[in-house]
């Protein structure tokens, strides 16, 4: 091959490696704020899921039907953040989220209000933590 011929093969590399990094780069920041307006809305259904449960478990008759129903859709809302979610530093809390919340359903057959209460307090503890390594809300 003449030196001519090395150098624009080169020339070319350089073009083509320049142009897939210049794409990697864009779609690192266009996915970024499309994952956190994803996370926003479903957190923010999430978070009325998390009202209706506080409520649920502070009255005197807890309805526990209405309590695993709750949780059930925010069980859901969960799994939907975990399957659309694309910033890998928070796949492993959202997993633990969850794996909380089929704890808590478990812990439902017992009709316990100290145990409903505690596993809320714990589901609002990783709600909290996660805000506060990720997020300012
Ligand atoms: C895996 C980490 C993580 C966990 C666990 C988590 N969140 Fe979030 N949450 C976030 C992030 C990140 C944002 C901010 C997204 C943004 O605006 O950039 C957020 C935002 C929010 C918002 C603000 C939504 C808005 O409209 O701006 C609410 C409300 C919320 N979360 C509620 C909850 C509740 C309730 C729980 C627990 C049941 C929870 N979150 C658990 C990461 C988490």
């Not at 150098?7 to 864009?26: D, K, P, Q, T």
């Not at 979610?85 to 089929?102: A, D, F, G, V, Y």
Request: charged share 20%.
């Amino acid at each position: 091959m003449k030196p001519k011929h090395l150098s624009f093969l080169l020339f070319f590399f350089i073009c083509i490696f320049s142009a897939s990094a210049f794409a990697y780069g864009n779609t690192a920041t266009k996915t970024e704020p499309q994952n956190n307006e994803m996370l926003r809305k479903h957190m923010s259904h999430m978070a009325s899921e998390w009202v209706n449960l506080e409520i649920l478990s502070s009255s005197a008759e807890i309805n526990y039907k209405e309590v695993a129903k709750t949780l059930k859709k925010m069980k859901n809302t969960a799994q939907i953040i975990s399957k659309m979610n694309k910033n890998t530093k928070l796949e492993s809390p959202i997993i633990s989220l969850i794996s909380q919340m089929e704890t808590m359903q478990k812990h439902l057959k017992n009709k316990s209000p100290e145990l409903l209460h505690q596993d809320l307090d714990f589901l609002s503890q990783t709600c909290f933590a996660c805000h506060q390594a990720h997020a300012n809300p």
